[in-house]
Each structure stands twice: as C-alpha cells, then as structure tokens.
C-alpha cells in the first residue's frame, strides 16, 4: 500500500485484511477507529455477538439486534485483538496460552452471584487453571547433582 493511501480508514482495512475479516462487516466509522488506535498503538479486541463483528465496547446497536433477532441474551467473544501492527489472534488453536488469551478478553460468566456459592464453588472460581506438579518437568540427573553439590556447600 503506498504511503498516500495511509490514512486511518487505509490503515484499519489493512489490519481487517490481516485478520482475514471481510471489510463488509464493518462500517467505516468503525474502521476508521480500528486504524487510529493501530496508529497510536492502542488495544482493539475485535469479536462477535451471535453473527454480528464488531469492536469490544462499541457494540450496543448489534447487542439490541441480535437480542431482538434471536431473543437471547447472547455475550461478546473475543477473536482477535489488534494492538499496533500486531495482529493476535484468540480462537486459533486449543492451547493453554490462547485459552489464557481467550479469558483475558472474553466477558465472563456471571450467572451465579457470589454471596449464592458454596464454599467450594468459590474455591474453585479463585484456584484457576494453574499448573500442578504432576505436570512439572521432572528433575533430572544432572540438575540432582548440582543440587546435592549445592547443598553440601551449605
């Protein structure tokens, strides 16, 4: 794209093309948004509500759309995230670190209030998806040595 072409509506269709999103999904207002915080290096989270794209926070007409179309309450998901000239995208695979992507981006589940939860229900919200040790490297010979060598210096 040559340099007179860099505007802020030229800039947001080049990221659109880079997450490979039709153009046609947006209004121009909206991409000339997604070029301008690409300009200065802002976050955009770009997702979907039932079939409807949009921007994360700049959505309430197709929020009213899509309720009244399906008459559910359906949430935002989060599918890519456009930040400078990077272009991350969320849904790609089924690994922990785009699912770590995922939450961090995704509105979450707030069904059930806290003061109605168990102990345990509470416990389990707080505790995550943290790694145990099963699932930690195990020690090998070499790193047995240099710690036993390490400690008899103590």
């Known amino acids: 794209m040559p ?3 860099l505007n802020a509506y030229g800039v947001g269709l080049l990221r659109l093309s880079e997450a490979h999103i039709n153009a046609e999904n947006f209004k121009r207002e909206e991409i000339e948004y997604i070029g301008k915080c690409s300009i ?3 976050k955009v989270v770009l997702g979907r509500i039932g079939n409807m794209w949009g921007i994360c926070g700049r959505m309430a007409e197709q929020r009213r759309q899509v309720t009244a179309q399906f008459q559910a309450n359906l949430r935002f998901r989060a599918h890519y995230v456009i ?3 990077r272009v991350t995208v969320l849904h790609a695979s089924r690994n922990v670190r785009a699912e770590k992507a ?3 981006y995704e509105c979450r589940d707030t069904s059930k209030p806290v003061w ?3 102990a345990r229900e509470i ?3 707080a505790k ?3 790694p145990s040790r ?3 490297p195990k020690m090998g010979l070499s790193t047995r040595i240099a710690n036993a060598a390490r400690m008899e210096k103590l």
């Open 134 to 136: 099963k699932h930690a």
């Open 3 to 5: 340099k007179s072409e």
């Open 40 to 42: 200065r290096r802002r």
């Open 123 to 125: 416990f389990r919200v």
């Open 102 to 104: 995922m939450s961090d």
């Open 116 to 118: 109605e939860m168990s």
């Open 128 to 130: 995550g998806a943290r």
């Open 83 to 85: 930040e400078g000239k």
